[in-house]
Nanobody, 125 residues
């Protein structure tokens, strides 16, 4: 696999979790790296994206609770999640794409070609 997520698990509401995405087989500095999530019965939702210059964008619904970062030397992308809510329960996917819309990385899953297998995050009360 070119992208491999880790760090998922179960956490109580209000807690924190950090997801990691390994992209060792990638020339990923050329790509937008993005975290998506898919809750049961729902479509895949863009959560956060980061470009090679460390510019970022987030889904409005997150209210500033998540932070995306990347380590170009180690070829990792991270998603730090804080103040987790029950609605954050989902499978979280790491994805990569060379596509940019108007010069910016996009949060639409349609623009992404490379995907990891996903990691489950479960938030309980």
């Amino acid at each position: 696999a070119q992208l491999e997520e880790s760090g998922g698990g179960s956490v109580q509401a209000g807690g924190s979790l950090k997801l990691s995405c390994a992209a060792a087989a990638f020339q990923y500095t050329k790509y937008c790296m993005t975290w998506f999530r898919q809750a049961p019965g729902k479509g895949r939702e863009g959560v956060a994206t980061i470009d090679s210059d460390d510019s970022t964008a987030y889904a409005d619904s997150l209210e500033g609770r998540f932070t995306i970062s990347r380590d170009n030397a180690r070829k990792y992308v991270y998603l730090q999640m804080a103040s987790l809510k029950l609605d954050d329960t989902a499978v979280y996917y790491c994805a990569a794409s060379p596509f940019r819309r108007d010069g910016h990385c996009d949060l639409s899953p349609d623009e992404y070609t490379y995907w990891g297998q996903g990691t489950q995050v479960t938030v309980s009360s």
